[in-house]
């Protein structure tokens, strides 16, 4: 269950006022807005999320990390559980030709509104019960998905993560490793419902039973 990290330079990235959703917006109220995933989390407002979700190319780096450390290659399957509008997926198709992706996302606006090339390959569904056979695919991922559940799901979704994997499995999460970070996170986040320290999420990933590998988002 090694660290490995593929996404900080995406996340270093995104200039953040922290304060902003505090001391500007009703922060509860954005929350409450953000946590139905629908048009206001994606294409709405800022204050509501991400003020506009789209393809710009900022995952192919992680794709082709993926593609390279995981050794995939035509005929390689991949899940991304909390796919979204499917932006990965894409660029893992473009990083490795030949690839077979899948994708679910909780939210039904995401997977309308997805890639139109990658749309057919996404559909609804929640992490914690995978709609597919044990060991379907070569890689599992769930970047910046998990920290959304409850923690009475997790266990269910680490789980789920393992028996529908047959080798990799990829996770990342939102954490913090001092009281700046903790305080950053929670002036910013507006859909999180677990956010832990590094060591708490790898005693949870140890209690789930889940040996993969996994990274983190610090809000430094």
């Not at 629908?38 to 789209?54: E, I, N, S």
Request: with cysteine; proline share 3%; net charge neutral.
């Amino acid at each position: 269950m090694p660290f490995v990290d593929f996404v900080s330079d995406i996340h270093r990235k995104t200039t953040r006022n922290y304060l902003e959703r505090v001391v500007k917006h009703d922060k509860a109220h954005c929350a409450e807005v953000a946590r139905r995933f629908g048009f206001d989390y994606w294409d709405g407002d800022r204050k509501y999320g991400y003020g506009g979700y789209v393809y710009d190319g900022r995952w192919r780096p992680v794709a082709e990390k993926l593609a390279a450390h995981y050794d995939l290659a035509a005929g390689s399957r991949v899940l991304d559980v909390g796919c979204g509008k499917g932006f990965l997926l894409y660029d893992l198709t473009k990083a490795v030709p030949g690839v077979e992706v899948a994708g679910i996302d909780i939210s039904r606006y995401a997977v309308k509104n997805a890639k139109e090339e990658i749309s057919p390959f996404l559909q609804v569904a929640s992490a914690t019960r995978l709609p597919f056979a044990d060991g379907s695919f070569d890689l599992v991922v769930a970047i910046n998905t998990l920290h959304n559940l409850y923690i009475y799901e997790l266990e269910a979704a680490l789980r789920e993560l393992e028996r529908v994997s047959r080798r990799h499995k990829y996770v990342v999460v939102d954490s913090y490793r001092n009281a700046r970070e903790k305080v950053n996170l929670l002036y910013w986040q507006i859909t999180c419902e677990c956010f832990f320290t590094p060591e708490e999420w790898e005693w949870l990933f140890r209690q789930s039973g889940y040996i993969g590998d996994y990274s983190y988002v610090f809000f430094e």
